[in-house]
T-cell receptor
């Protein structure tokens, strides 16, 4: 069965600093990978996705992620964090046979002024 | 604007009561999903439906029921058999292959 691990429960960065959120996945075939963001009390919003091709994918709000098959990772990055980026971030992997996705437990990002 | 509407935003349930959470979409999406979110546990799949009049159990279906009589609607009933129903419930539809659009959620509390 597929699984997703987000090793960091909580990360704090200063505004303007760079950000990297880690995601490791387990899946038998070529994975379909996603990052979502959730503001408090709201639903999730899709940031970016990887299906195939270029391993560096660009998303909305200035985020990017890099797929590394050798490390089973799909880490999310942003060069300069803004206070509005404070939220919870979820990584997900799709089970293409079953037509559903598995989500990680999330990483909460706090941004210091 | 197209999207997913979940109602109510807050819901209170007494012990032994069934309650139904509404999820409506005007995106013309075939597949819809219900997730439960608890602090520190991420999202867990309750039920999903890929076409009208068909649905499948997810990882934590016990104590829940759904119906899919119309493409636009996928209501979730939390039954009295669900022993710990207090949680945040999220409905989603499949926007693109395996990528989802989410509603803004319903917070259910047992009183």
């Amino acid at each position: 069965a597929q699984s997703v691990t987000q090793p960091d429960i909580h990360i704090t960065v200063s505004e303007g600093a760079s950000l990297e959120l880690r995601c490791n996945y387990s899946y038998g075939a070529t994975p379909y990978l996603f990052w979502y963001v959730q503001s408090p009390g709201q639903g999730l919003q899709l940031l970016l996705k990887y299906f195939s091709g270029d391993t560096l994918v660009q998303g909305i709000k200035g985020f990017e992620a890099e797929f590394k098959r050798s490390q089973s990772s799909f880490n999310l990055r942003k060069p300069s964090v803004h206070w509005s980026d404070a939220a919870e971030y979820f990584c997900a992997v799709a089970n293409t046979n079953a037509g559903k996705s598995t989500f990680g437990d999330g990483t909460t990002l706090t941004v210091k002024p | 604007d197209g999207g997913i509407t979940q109602s109510p935003k807050y819901l209170f349930r007494k012990e032994g009561q069934n309650v139904t959470l509404s999820c409506e979409q005007n995106l013309n999406h075939d597949a819809m999903y219900w997730y439960r979110q608890d602090p520190g546990q991420g999202l867990r799949l309750i039920y999903y439906s890929q076409i009208v009049n068909d649905f499948q159990k997810g990882d934590i279906a016990e104590g829940y029921s759904v119906s899919r009589e119309k493409k636009e609607s996928f209501p979730l009933t939390v039954t009295s058999a669900q022993k710990n129903p207090t949680a945040f419930y999220l409905c989603a539809s499949e926007t693109e292959p395996y990528g989802y659009t989410f509603g803004s959620g319903t917070r259910l509390t047992v009183v």
